[in-house]
């Protein structure tokens, strides 16, 4: 059968292809209807009830998770730290930062002067 308008169906869904207009409806009225896990935060666990916060995109958390406000907070606050921060010194970063060499295993970005120390003592040994 030719579709003239062709749907895709959604991931959890389970199905390849495209899909006609009733297919579609009738899907998403059986995917609506069922009754969905009593959702929990994907950090503590705890029920989230009414509120539900998803994660940043930038945090690379698994797609579909949700997070309870304070755990969202808390994570945002570890986040915001790691971007505007020095890794290792502490010191407020300016415009320009410097991404560490993999070798060195350190999480975050540095100032200048910590990437140019970190650098000279690496090149000695």
Not at 25 to 53: H, M, N, W, Y
Not at 64 to 86: I, M
Request: charged share 30%; net charge positive.
């Amino acid at each position: 059968m030719e579709l003239k308008h062709k749907y895709k169906p959604r991931e959890e869904w389970g199905i390849e292809g495209y899909l006609c207009s009733d297919c579609q409806i009738e899907k998403t009225k059986e995917f609506a209807a069922r009754p969905s896990e009593p959702d929990t935060c994907a950090l503590c666990k705890q029920d989230l009830g009414d509120i539900a916060v998803k994660p940043r995109w930038q945090w690379n958390m698994e797609a579909g998770t949700l997070l309870c406000q304070p755990c969202f907070n808390k994570k945002e606050a570890d986040y915001n730290k790691k971007l505007n921060f020095c890794a290792l010194c502490g010191t407020k970063m300016g415009i320009i930062r410097y991404n560490p060499k993999p070798a060195w295993k350190v999480e975050g970005q540095l100032c200048r002067k910590c990437w140019d120390g970190r650098n000279s003592t690496k090149q000695q040994q």
